[in-house]
């Protein structure tokens, strides 16, 4: 598979913020979102067997959660399969995240270990006609879907969509601000306004600790 890096740190965003995790950020995406923070990622990348990226995960951290992220993750798909497959094979791994675009096709996961952090891209993205409306489908507690918003527009879209598409979820419901463009406590204020039940608001912790540039982190 092909890897942009491979490290330890906090999990920064959504309902395991906070948590000790091992990044696996695979290179490619075929998306361009607006706010895009991972752009390093479209270039580049090292081409590693499944035996050396668990050496890597283990060596960093044996049984901590797992998070598999990108780029687009599902680019490589065969190889995201393999690997939480391998990954899960351990009966003592906490947990494994796949953070994907949603403009891809997820799979319902056979092992409740295994979770999606599902992206819906607002207007502002420019890549909300991508989304797949069947992954939806695929979601079970312990899975997140994610809107990141950059102004008033993208909060409406988001606010629409989840009360006609995700009142019945059983995945956790997030609002994030996209990082320089909004402030965090203009998304605040808009969610306490509205009639939302268990949507929270997310912010990426990592960027808070270590600035937005950092990476490996």
Request: hydrophobic share 40%; net charge negative; proline share 5%.
């Amino acid at each position: 598979m092909l890897i942009t890096e491979i490290f330890a740190s906090i999990q920064g965003e959504g309902m395991r913020a906070g948590l000790p995790t091992v990044f696996v950020r695979l290179a490619r995406c075929p998306y361009r979102c607006s706010w895009c923070d991972s752009d390093y990622t479209f270039t580049g990348g090292d081409a590693k067997s499944l035996a050396e990226v668990l050496e890597r995960t283990r060596a960093l951290a044996a049984r901590s959660n797992v998070c598999i992220t990108g780029g687009e993750p599902l680019v490589q798909r065969k190889a995201v399969r393999e690997l939480c497959d391998a990954l899960l094979a351990d009966p003592e791994r906490e947990s494994v995240e796949i953070e994907t675009s949603g403009g891809l096709e997820i799979w319902p996961a056979r092992d409740d270990r295994l979770h999606w952090d599902l992206d819906v891209k607002c207007p502002a993205s420019g890549m909300q006609r991508h989304f797949v409306a069947g992954n939806l489908q695929c979601l079970k507690s312990g899975d997140e879907v994610k809107f990141v918003l950059v102004d008033r527009g993208d909060f409406e879209f988001a606010r629409d969509f989840i009360r006609g598409r995700l009142a019945d979820t059983p995945a956790g419901v997030f609002l994030q601000p996209a990082w320089g463009q909004i402030e965090p406590a203009e998304v605040a204020a808009w969610l306490v306004q509205e009639s939302l039940p268990d949507v929270r608001l997310s912010l990426q912790l990592h960027k808070y600790i270590w600035g937005a540039d950092a990476r490996g982190v």
